[in-house]
């Protein structure tokens, strides 16, 4: 099975920036995708961002669109998501995710976070006002 490890995560104030890593493995097919989620307790988990392994598509939730950016390395089998101009509503637990792609190898659109069938724990950000 994918196995993800999410890190990088902490205490930021407001116009910051913070970087997150999300190391996988386990992969049994080379088609997939990656995506970074967040939650606020009693809240739904919402799409940031996401990536297909081979960077040829990229995809973002408007609310973080033209600040964050994600990317992935194929040789590390990492993802990263870079944060900046971070505001206090983005105060929440990250997740990365992935889901294979087989055949196609495209993602077409963000998907809802009940298609990607692999999940990291989660790497806490604070922001701070």
């Known amino acids: 099975d994918v196995q993800l490890q999410a890190s990088g995560g902490g205490l930021v104030q407001a116009g910051g920036s913070l970087r997150l890593s999300c190391a996988a493995s386990?992969?049994?097919?080379?088609?997939?995708?990656i995506a970074w989620f967040r939650q606020v307790p009693g809240k739904e988990r919402e799409g940031v961002a996401c990536?297909?392994?081979?960077?040829?598509?990229?995809y973002y939730g408007s609310s973080v669109k033209g600040r964050f950016a994600v990317s992935y390395d194929m040789a590390k089998t990492t993802a990263y998501l870079q944060m900046n101009s971070l505001k206090p509503e983005d105060t929440a637990v990250y997740y990365c995710?992935?889901?294979?792609?087989?055949?196609?190898?495209?993602?077409?659109?963000?998907?809802?976070?009940?298609?990607?069938?692999?999940w990291g724990q989660g790497t806490l950000v604070t922001v701070s006002s």
């Open positions: 386990g992969f049994v097919f080379d088609e997939y995708a």
């Open positions: 990536i297909t392994n081979d960077n040829s598509e990229t």
């Open positions: 995710a992935v889901t294979y792609l087989i055949g196609t190898h495209r993602l077409g659109y963000f998907r809802d976070k009940s298609d990607w069938s692999y």
